[in-house]
Structures are given as C-alpha cells and as structure tokens.
C-alpha cells in the first residue's frame, strides 16, 4: 500500500491503465505510458475483472465501487454520463440539457475533461453536436476505438 492509495496497473488493447483506489473504492482509472511500483486489493482486483469483462465484450456495465470527488456541478455530469447507455453516445448539448443547465455545454465539456475514472464512467460516450469526436484525454484514438468496440458488441 503507497500511503492510503493502492495502485495498480491494467494492460488494455489500447494501453496501460493505471487504477488507483483506496479501501473501499476506485478513485483514479486513466491511461498512462510507464508503471511505478504497484499494490493491490480487493477493489482492483474486482476492477481488473470487470475491465478484462468490458473489453472481450462481455461487461456492459461496470459496478465496481466508485468514489468521484469533485464540484456538485462536476458530479452531477459525471453521473449522467453514467446513464449513457453501453454502445450509444450524447452530445454535450444532449447532457446539459439532461442536468437542466442547457446553455452548459461548455462546463459540461470542461467537467468531461477532469473526469478522474475513464472508461468507468463513460465520458468518451460524448461527442460533438454534429456527431464528431471531440476531446478525449486518452486521446481521439482512444475515444474512437472505445465507441466502435462497444458498437460492435451492442448487437
């Protein structure tokens, strides 16, 4: 254990997930090119599970245990996209509107952005009004390859 953080590493089909959590929950899922030292638990190992689960296309939901810290404003964006469902995408219009701020769409944007635990709380589900893909800390790549994976196994 690295202070009160456990961290732990995922080799995903599109790079190197690191998974930080505490005793009880997921606190940082992101993408990451080099591993540091490593400790696991309980929570990641089950959030290993579900992510091998999620990416042979078999897990549609995740329900490892989360614990999102940011702003009200933040968190009340992070748990819309966690609406979005498997396979299917919103626009930042779509979300704004969905939290009932529709002129937002820019702090909805800036929410996505700081949003700590990828994948798990789908923010490469967003896009652009007109359908594009738009900003994606992972990278656009990342995003693409995450929204035709789960097109592909939504059928």
């Not at 652009?128 to 035709?148: C, H, N, P, Q, V």
Request: glycine letters at 8%; one cysteine or more; proline letters at 2%.
């Amino acid at each position: 254990m690295l202070g009160s953080f456990y961290i732990s590493f995922y080799d995903s089909p599109i790079g190197l997930i690191k998974i930080v959590a505490n005793e009880e929950a997921i606190v940082a899922l992101d993408f990451v090119y080099k591993r540091s030292k490593e400790s696991e638990n309980d929570v990641i190992r089950q959030c290993k599970i579900q992510l091998d689960e999620y990416f042979k296309g078999i897990r549609k939901e995740f329900d490892v245990n989360i614990e999102i810290n940011g702003t009200d404003f933040q968190k009340k964006v992070w748990q819309e996209l966690k609406r979005i469902p498997y396979g299917q995408v919103r626009s930042y219009k779509d979300i704004a509107v969905a939290i009932g701020n529709e002129k937002a769409v820019r702090a909805v944007g800036g929410a996505n952005n700081k949003n700590k635990i990828a994948i798990i709380i789908p923010c490469h589900r967003v896009v652009g009004k007109d359908g594009s893909l738009t900003g994606y800390a992972g990278g656009l790549w990342r995003k693409k390859w995450l929204l035709e994976h789960e097109e592909r196994n939504s059928k």
